[in-house]
Nanobody, 120 residues
Framework: QVQLVESGGGLVQAGGSLRLSCAAS????????MGWYRQFPGKQRELVAI???????NYADSVKGRFTISRDNAKNTVYLQMNSLKPEDTAVYYC??????????????WGQGTQVTVSS
């Protein structure tokens, strides 16, 4: 069984920084894409950033230049460094990973979500 556990959310003032972490554990043969989504109240989840197994990254326009996604393959962990935070970044952040649990298909797994609140 595969599990994604997030940490690092919280309350920060506008202009501040937070670092989110998400560690995958369990029966893991390989991990392909890893990423972060966020969800505003009453809205669908939206992509924030994604990183491939080859470290290619892609960001939502709203976070380019402020957020940085990275991964540590030895630890099966993905990070999201968030700088210059704005009140409009306030949301629940979810990590995701495309994981091959065995020598079979890839499945997408999700973390439990972590609240990020940016005060003005």
């Amino acid at each position: 069984q595969v599990q994604l556990v997030e940490s690092g959310g919280g309350l920060v003032q506008a202009g501040g920084s937070l670092r989110l972490s998400c560690a995958a554990s369990g029966s893991i043969f390989s991990i392909e894409h890893m990423g972060w989504y966020r969800q505003f109240p009453g809205k669908q989840r939206e992509l924030v950033a994604i990183i491939t197994s080859g470290d290619t990254t892609n960001y939502a326009d709203s976070v380019k230049g402020r957020f940085t996604i990275s991964r540590d393959n030895a630890k099966n962990t993905v990070y999201l460094q968030m700088n210059s935070l704005k009140p409009e970044d306030t949301a629940v952040y979810y990590c995701t990973a495309d994981i091959r649990p065995g020598r079979g298909p890839v499945y997408r797994y999700w973390g439990q979500g972590t609240q990020v609140t940016v005060s003005s």
